[in-house]
C-alpha cells in the first residue's frame, strides 16, 4: 500500500507512477475504470474530484473514500450533444455502474 511520501518534487515518471498505484488501491476507482470502456462512451475520463481526494486521503492516513461524496465520469460526443444522447449514457451508467459499492455508497451520480 501506497501510503504517505508521495514524491510530489519528483519527475513526472515518478509521480504518474505513484498515483497510478493510489488508483489501484480504490476499489471505487478500480471498478469504474474496469467497466467504464464498456460503456463505450467518446472521449469519458473520471473527474479529477475523487483522484485528488483519494491522494490526500492515502498522504493523512484516512480511509480512501473519505470526503468523496461522488464519482464523476465525464465524456463529450460531439456529434450528439442532445439530452436523448446524453439519457443514453445516463442509462448505460446507472446499468454497469450502479452495482459498484465501496463503504456502503452507491454510485448515483455520474
Request: hydrophobic content about 40%; some cysteine; aromatic content about 12%.
Amino acid at each position: 500500500m501506497i501510503a504517505a511520501g508521495i514524491p510530489h518534487n519528483k519527475d513526472l515518471n515518478a509521480q504518474i507512477y505513484f498515483l497510478e498505484r493510489i488508483a489501484e488501491q480504490s476499489e471505487v476507482i478500480r471498478n469504474i475504470l474496469r467497466l467504464a470502456p464498456g460503456l463505450r462512451m467518446p472521449n469519458w475520463y473520471l473527474g479529477a474530484g475523487c483522484i485528488a481526494q483519494t491522494v490526500w486521503n492515502v498522504q493523512h492516513g484516512f480511509d480512501l473514500t473519505h470526503g468523496i461524496k461522488d464519482y464523476d465520469l465525464v465524456y463529450y460526443d460531439p456529434s450528439d450533444i442532445s439530452y436523448k444522447g446524453e439519457e443514453f449514457y445516463i442509462r448505460a451508467c446507472l446499468r454497469s455502474l450502479l452495482m459498484v459499492c465501496q463503504a456502503g455508497h452507491i454510485l448515483t451520480t455520474f
